[in-house]
């Protein structure tokens, strides 16, 4: 029955009933997540965060007709406390569908703790509701037992990630929220300082230049469960706040930190997933990653390799092919296993997708049973030109060839994006295997037409390759970083470098990247001093946690693995922030907005 204050307390979780005799006095409190009334008999689903046990209320077993008629009341997502004994369902009632199935409870006093309006959408797994209603009701959203499921998943990760580090002797280290606004790539958030005023800090984008003081500082191993922000455009896993684990060491070479962070990796798997995973993980040169795959991050758990058969169409009299060769492009193709039934209006389809990436157009080649080749290709090719090129592709009956032709880049980029979505739609990648590697040799700089210089890839702080240093002025495209990412499945998990730790050469970096001297100092002038009094070789990785446990948790998107999630406009509905603020607020930071604008609705 209702109560003013509680006084029916927990005893035990839904779950831990499956360990007590029958006839155990028991009490258990959650919420409703079903009620069935048979008349006599009413029957309510009592969920709590460890599963689900089904209540009996039923006179004929013991149940006071005032908790009959409190019973009656009862609705979905009410939260209640009740006591009763546990009793063995008879074989013919058992639910195989949860874990409590064998047993219930006969209901014998019921508190309602609080009432509940009917909530907008079941509070069950695989709701269909649009994300946008989840995300305005996430606290609802966070009942479901797979959003719990993933937060608990979250918890294990994170909390295994410390131990291994803990029992390496890494000590972990926070690092200032409010900091100094440095170009690091995307753009800062920033928040007013009212004692300094006209003065901001910015939320750091990431500890980069802290963990290289902690360096500097002796520390020797640091790490950081840190919270990053930046200010960039999102999409399905990409957020304005994120989490990462940060990582950073003194005096040890490349090989032996990627070694640790491989037996990092293996024992976190095993412990979370009981997965295990072979170590040492492949190793692939970016522009291999690149050729083959047409992407620095690939998912490597099916072929389908891009293969290059510029050669194999050289001199032959085909104005697409010649125009992409003669003008520096490239010509290559990939072999979708089983496609060569596609019909016109399915190879059409693909062509539309690789036009979003630029590409004109794909030629294409089925390989037939037996070996037959079909090719609009043919009033070009002879027949032994196209089984060169079914040959150098790796092409088997009942392939389909598809190439394209244009600048590398374009062709890279289009044939990369075309592999994974086939891959993915051919079920060629195995949703229950983890396939790691780590991409090294990555370019140190690029130039950017837009600004007319050169920008870091990585990081202005990126150590470049020792053999490659002396280009870094007369060549600085073609200098190679120290830096390496650890991929998963298709995913960039994790990124580091070793570090640049000599002024010297951190100087050369700067002016390399268009920094005058007063510049470099104004922005990085304590890196530079810090540098002067003994640093040592270091270098570091931070790994992306929200994105990792997206994978284990074999999620689709980012929002999912966030408690309280900002949405694509980097919104959150819930809070309906961010929002405006009063005069006053800034009247004491000295602020003044030029025009506000009009409340747009939030989506």
């Known amino acids: 029955m209702t109560s003013q204050q509680a006084t029916l307390f927990r005893t035990h979780s839904a779950l831990e009933t499956v360990h007590v005799q029958e006839g155990t006095q028991v009490v258990l409190s959650g919420w409703v997540q079903r009620r069935r009334d048979l008349g006599s008999i009413v029957f309510v689903d009592l969920r709590d965060r460890s599963g689900i046990i089904q209540l009996v209320f039923d006179t004929s077993k013991g ?93 294990r990760l994170i909390k295994e990630f410390r131990a291994f580090l803990d029992e390496n002797a890494f000590v972990e280290v926070e690092t200032p929220i409010l900091t100094k606004s440095t170009p690091e790539g995307a753009r800062d958030y920033l928040v007013p300082s009212r004692l300094q005023s006209g003065e901001f800090y910015a939320l750091p984008q990431s500890p980069q230049l802290f963990k290289q003081l902690l360096m500097v500082s002796g520390l020797e191993r640091y790490y950081q469960v840190a919270r990053c922000f930046r200010d960039e455009d999102l ?59 047409g992407s620095d991050k690939p998912d490597l758990r099916f072929g389908m390799e891009i293969s290059d058969i510029g050669n194999l169409v050289q001199g032959v009299d085909f104005r697409v092919f010649q125009q992409a060769l003669e003008s520096g492009g490239a010509v290559k193709a990939i072999a979708a296993p089983g496609c060569a039934g596609y019909s016109r209006k399915q190879v059409d389809e693909l062509v539309n997708f690789v036009a979003q990436y630029g590409l004109k157009g794909l030629a294409s080649i089925s390989v037939l049973e037996g070996g037959e080749l079909k090719s609009s290709l043919s009033k070009f090719f002879t027949p032994e030109q196209l089984q060169s090129i079914a040959a150098g592709v790796g092409a088997k009956a009942g392939d389909l060839i598809l190439i394209a032709a244009s600048s590398r880049q374009q062709v890279l980029q289009s044939l990369g994006a075309l592999r994974l979505k086939l891959g993915y739609e051919l079920n060629l990648a195995d949703e229950n295997e983890f396939k790691f590697a780590w991409v090294t040799d990555f370019p140190l700089l690029s130039y950017d037409e837009d600004e007319q210089r050169f920008v870091a890839e990585h990081h202005p702080f990126t150590m470049p390759k020792w053999e490659d240093l002396d280009m870094l002025e007369s060549n600085p495209g073609a200098v190679r970083a120290q830096a390496y990412d650890m991929v998963l499945n298709g995913y960039e998990i994790g990124g580091g470098s070793m570090r640049i730790y000599r002024r010297d050469i951190q100087e050369r970096m700067f002016r390399t990247l268009g920094f005058s001297e007063e510049q470099a100092n104004e922005q990085f002038g304590f890196l530079l001093r810090a540098f002067e009094y003994g ?69």
Do not use: W
């Open 235 to 293: 999409r399905a896993d990409r957020q304005p706040e994120f989490t990462q684990l940060d990582i950073e060491q003194s005096f040890i070479p490349l090989d032996t930190f990627q070694a640790m962070m491989e037996r990092m990796m293996q024992s976190v798997f095993h412990t979370v997933l009981g997965v295990e995973l072979t170590v040492p993980f492949q190793r692939i040169a970016y522009q291999e990653a690149m050729e083959k795959y």
């Open 63 to 155: 149940t006071p007709a005032q908790v009959m008629e409190a019973a009656d009341r009862l609705r979905n997502e009410f939260v209640i406390a009740v006591q009763g004994i546990i009793v063995n369902r008879d074989e013919s009632a058992v639910n195989p569908k949860i874990e409590t199935g064998k047993i219930e409870m006969t209901v014998h006093a019921l508190e309602i703790l609080n009432e509940a309006k009917n909530p907008p959408f079941y509070i069950q797994d695989g709701v269909d509701v649009d994300e946008t209603v989840r995300l305005r009701y996430r606290y609802l959203d966070l009942r479901r037992p797979e959003m719990q499921n993933i937060l608990r998943l979250r918890h």
């Open 535 to 603: 640093t040592p070789p270091h270098g570091g990785i931070a790994f992306g946690i929200d994105r990792l446990v997206m994978i284990m948790g074999r999620g689709k998107s980012l929002r999912d693995c966030i408690a309280f999630p900002k949405t694509s406009s980097g919104t959150d509905l819930m809070m309906d922030a961010p929002s405006p603020v009063s005069d006053k607020q800034l009247d004491v930071l000295n602020l003044e907005i030029r025009q506000r604008q009009p409340v747009q609705p939030r989506v």
